[in-house]
């Protein structure tokens, strides 16, 4: 017969933690009433967060436990700050459009104004065909390199 490993016999299949402990009942979910939400949300409105007093005497005021006041503010928070979170996403959206829209809109204005000469350019070929040069302008061919270069 062939020899066992020494680790076979303490093998064991599945998670190590898998067989310590039953697991837990997971506790139903609490629902609170209209007047409670209502309560709960117009106090986190004026503050966001409750001093232990406050919490408990908010608690006791809508017969509530001290835990159920205090996760419901915990989960409020979370859902504040991802809300927050999406409104300052829309806006910086909102404001690349416009500032893209206000770019777009300084392009097209500058191709409808002709091109202040510039005096240097005006006594030099070169740089008086390349100022007068518009790469983004469709229709403008140059039709000469040597001398003076015309843009048609």
């Given at each position: 017969t062939a020899a066992?490993?020494?680790?076979?016999?303490?093998?064991?299949?599945?998670?190590?933690?898998q067989n310590r402990t039953p697991p837990k009942r997971k506790k139903p979910r609490t629902s609170f009433s209209r007047v409670q939400i209502c309560e709960l949300e117009k106090r986190f409105h004026r503050q966001k967060y409750l001093a232990s007093a406050e919490r408990a005497t908010l608690a006791k005021a809508?017969?509530?436990t001290d835990a159920q006041v205090k996760t419901w503010f915990q989960n409020r928070r979370t859902k504040w700050?991802?809300?927050?979170?999406?409104?300052?996403?829309?806006?910086r959206q909102q404001?690349?459009?416009l500032m893209l829209?206000?770019?777009?809109?300084?392009?097209?204005?500058?191709?409808?104004?002709?091109l202040?000469?510039?005096p240097l350019c005006m006594h030099n070929s070169s740089l008086y065909a390349l100022q007068n040069l518009q790469p983004w302008a469709e229709d403008n061919k140059v039709t000469s390199?040597?001398?003076l270069a015309s843009v048609v």
């Open positions: 066992l490993s020494p680790f076979a016999a303490t093998r064991r299949i599945g998670h190590p933690y809508l017969k509530m700050r991802r809300q927050t979170a999406e409104e300052r996403e829309a806006e404001a690349n459009r829209h206000l770019q777009q809109e300084a392009f097209q204005k500058s191709l409808s104004q002709p202040p000469q510039d390199v040597s001398g």
